[in-house]
């Protein structure tokens, strides 16, 4: 394994066998909205990117979708130190009710919604060309590749645009050096993203119909949406017509971490469509813009939640979590935002010895009538996660082992990310015959970044040889090891 790489068990890559341990999904621990819409102008804000750190002016930069009053809409950028504290620079390039006094950036001034919009964008530092330090996809349907040196100003490309609907997602892949799309097109049972790669920005690989939802999805989406239904503690979607019930993927964002790619699918479960001559329309509280939209296409209700994917090799993908929320919609009384609405993160920001997911919530899907809920209002929420902290392997009272895959002993020390306040961890290497070469004392408490302390000598004098690692561990959760300076 490389040195300094993380080995998660999300699957059983270098895994030889586990005895006693079973795996936990964990999920981010959410701390609310950060990013807001400033009545009265702004409606909702959703981002289909996440913050980009900008190394040489020390802010986090990100694009957000912003509705407007009147139903105008526009490409929002917003500016942080911290992550938590957001501010909206002027910039003076899209005039809106007669002002320049704004923070919408556009492509393209002369363009109008949906043309003139950021979908999503990314940092690249390894572009020789500073003027193509940030790259991105304008309009919400075709994606047409762009590029700008600090996030503000853009630049179109003159290459093809990627066919697309109204989602997709991108991030870049720094350790490869490639840019990883998701593109929303029809597929089995509904809604489904397409993969595409890049290595540059303007060719682009066959796109590849990727994730899209299957007949488990459909059994399991039916009793997800029972069991909204029987639970007063959550935001009841507008219609409850079983005949019509479906799941399928709303957005998914893909990204890599450590050894692996994640995906993060936001599997919407339809819980009612209706179509434009359904004579709940004529409720006179509907507002009449609203009545005019349901009757042209009808209507949909229903609420996301966002699942966990992995894959090694961006082809063979593995469900994670038994299919259960590793983001779900928040009850209500709880002041959140996310009731019905979870948009996934396109990834994670990692922050020390945590990973920061920045995601949309809604507070409603479809049509709302009575309920004291704007069906448009949306905000940026944030979600913490322990790094590595996808999947544990535990241990419970009884003792349990993990023993990996021979492989090449890299060097350096082991570390082991684990949460042992209960119990304890050790770890021994074996040579592929089962003897022990080294063994480490036992380690206790919560093990972010835990190096081994071993018993007699050290392991510098085995690396080059091919060796297998044991873990035993008890009453404890353990996320991840590596080997570092």
Same mark, same amino acid.
């Given at each position: 394994?490389?040195?300094? /790489?993380?080995?998660? +068990?999300?699957?059983?890559?270098?895994?030889?066998?586990?005895?006693?341990?079973?795996?936990?999904? =964990?999920?981010?621990?959410?701390?609310?909205?950060?990013?807001?819409?400033?009545?009265?102008? !702004?409606?909702? &804000?959703?981002?289909?990117?996440?913050?980009?750190?900008?190394?040489?002016?020390? &802010?986090?930069?990100?694009?957000?979708?912003?509705?407007?009053?009147?139903?105008?809409?526009?490409?929002?950028?917003?500016?942080?130190?911290?992550?938590?504290?957001?501010?909206?620079?002027?910039?003076?390039? $899209?005039?809106?009710?007669?002002?320049?006094?704004?923070?919408?950036?556009?492509?393209?001034?002369?363009?109008?919604?949906?043309?003139?919009?950021?979908?999503?964008?990314?940092? %690249?530092?390894?572009?020789?060309?500073?003027?193509?330090?940030? $790259?991105?996809?304008?309009?919400?349907?075709?994606?047409?590749?762009?590029?700008?040196?600090?996030?503000?100003?853009?630049?179109?490309?003159?290459?093809?645009?990627?066919?697309?609907?109204?989602?997709?997602?991108? #991030?870049?892949?720094? /350790?490869?050096?490639?840019?990883?799309?998701?593109?929303?097109?029809?597929?089995?049972?509904?809604?489904?993203? &397409?993969?595409?790669?890049?290595?540059?920005? !303007?060719?682009?690989?066959?796109?590849?119909?990727?994730?899209? *939802?299957? %007949?488990?999805?459909?059994?399991?989406?039916?009793?997800?949406?029972?069991?909204? +239904?029987?639970?007063?503690?959550?935001?009841?979607?507008?219609?409850?017509?079983?005949?019509?019930?479906?799941?399928?993927?709303?957005?998914?964002?893909?990204?890599?971490?450590?050894?692996?790619?994640?995906?993060?699918?936001?599997?919407? =479960?339809?819980?009612?469509?209706?179509? $434009?001559?359904?004579?709940?329309?004529?409720?006179?509280?509907?507002?009449?813009?609203?009545?005019?939209?349901?009757?042209?296409?009808? %209507?949909? #209700?229903?609420?996301?939640?966002?699942?966990?994917?992995?894959?090694?090799?961006?082809k063979t993908w593995q469900r994670l979590g038994n299919r259960k929320p590793f983001i779900g919609s928040s009850p209500l009384g709880a002041g959140a935002y996310d009731l019905a609405c979870v948009l996934p993160p396109s990834f994670p920001i990692v922050r020390g010895d945590e990973l920061w997911f920045y995601y949309t919530g809604g507070m409603n899907y479809g049509l709302v009538v009575d309920r004291g809920v704007?069906?448009?209002?949306?905000?940026?929420?944030? *979600?913490?996660?322990?790094?590595?902290?996808?999947? #544990?392997?535990?241990?419970?009272?009884?003792?349990?082992?993990?023993?990996?895959?021979?492989?090449?002993?890299?060097?350096?020390?082991?570390?082991?990310?684990?949460?042992?306040?209960?119990?304890?961890?050790?770890?021994?290497?074996?040579?592929?015959?089962?003897? &022990?070469?080294?063994?480490?004392?036992?380690?206790?408490?919560?093990?972010?970044?835990?190096?081994?302390?071993?018993?007699?000598?050290?392991?510098?004098?085995?690396?080059?040889?091919?060796?297998?690692?044991?873990?035993?561990?008890?009453?404890?959760?353990?996320?991840?090891?590596? +080997?570092?300076?």
């Amino acid at each position: 394994m490389p040195l300094g /790489q993380r080995q998660l +068990f999300l699957d059983d890559c270098g895994v030889a066998s586990i005895d006693g341990l079973t795996r936990t999904m =964990h999920p981010p621990v959410k701390r609310g909205a950060v990013i807001r819409p400033t009545p009265p102008e !702004e409606t909702s &804000v959703q981002t289909r990117s996440a913050p980009a750190w900008d190394p040489e002016q020390k &802010v986090y930069k990100l694009w957000l979708l912003v509705s407007r009053t009147g139903g105008s809409s526009g490409t929002g950028y917003v500016e942080s130190t911290d992550g938590l504290h957001w501010t909206k620079p002027v910039l003076r390039q $899209k005039e809106i009710d007669g002002s320049l006094e704004n923070n919408i950036v556009t492509p393209d001034p002369a363009r109008e919604w949906p043309a003139n919009a950021i979908e999503n964008a990314v940092y %690249d530092p390894h572009d020789p060309d500073p003027s193509r330090r940030y $790259k991105g996809f304008a309009h919400c349907y075709d994606r047409e590749p762009m590029v700008s040196p600090d996030g503000i100003h853009w630049t179109l490309l003159n290459v093809p645009a990627l066919k697309s609907s109204d989602e997709s997602n991108l #991030s870049y892949d720094a /350790q490869t050096h490639t840019f990883l799309a998701t593109l929303k097109t029809g597929g089995p049972h509904g809604r489904s993203h &397409v993969l595409t790669t890049s290595k540059d920005f !303007e060719d682009w690989t066959e796109p590849v119909l990727t994730f899209h *939802a299957d %007949d488990l999805d459909q059994e399991l989406g039916r009793e997800n949406i029972k069991a909204r +239904f029987a639970n007063p503690a959550m935001q009841q979607p507008s219609h409850n017509i079983p005949e019509t019930y479906n799941v399928d993927i709303y957005n998914v964002g893909v990204f890599r971490y450590e050894g692996l790619y994640i995906a993060l699918p936001s599997m919407f =479960h339809q819980t009612g469509k209706v179509g $434009k001559d359904w004579p709940g329309f004529d409720d006179p509280r509907i507002p009449e813009e609203m009545r005019k939209a349901y009757r042209e296409s009808g %209507d949909w #209700s229903g609420f996301h939640d966002v699942q966990l994917m992995c894959s090694r090799d961006l082809k063979t993908w593995q469900r994670l979590g038994n299919r259960k929320p590793f983001i779900g919609s928040s009850p209500l009384g709880a002041g959140a935002y996310d009731l019905a609405c979870v948009l996934p993160p396109s990834f994670p920001i990692v922050r020390g010895d945590e990973l920061w997911f920045y995601y949309t919530g809604g507070m409603n899907y479809g049509l709302v009538v009575d309920r004291g809920v704007n069906a448009s209002v949306f905000a940026i929420c944030l *979600a913490v996660l322990r790094r590595d902290g996808f999947i #544990s392997l535990d241990a419970g009272d009884t003792e349990g082992t993990l023993l990996t895959q021979p492989f090449t002993m890299p060097g350096g020390e082991l570390y082991m990310n684990a949460d042992a306040f209960t119990g304890a961890i050790r770890a021994e290497v074996l040579d592929e015959a089962g003897t &022990v070469l080294a063994a480490s004392i036992p380690m206790q408490g919560d093990l972010l970044n835990g190096q081994a302390k071993w018993e007699n000598a050290g392991i510098a004098e085995l690396k080059g040889q091919t060796v297998r690692l044991r873990f035993t561990l008890k009453n404890t959760a353990f996320y991840s090891y590596w +080997f570092g300076e």
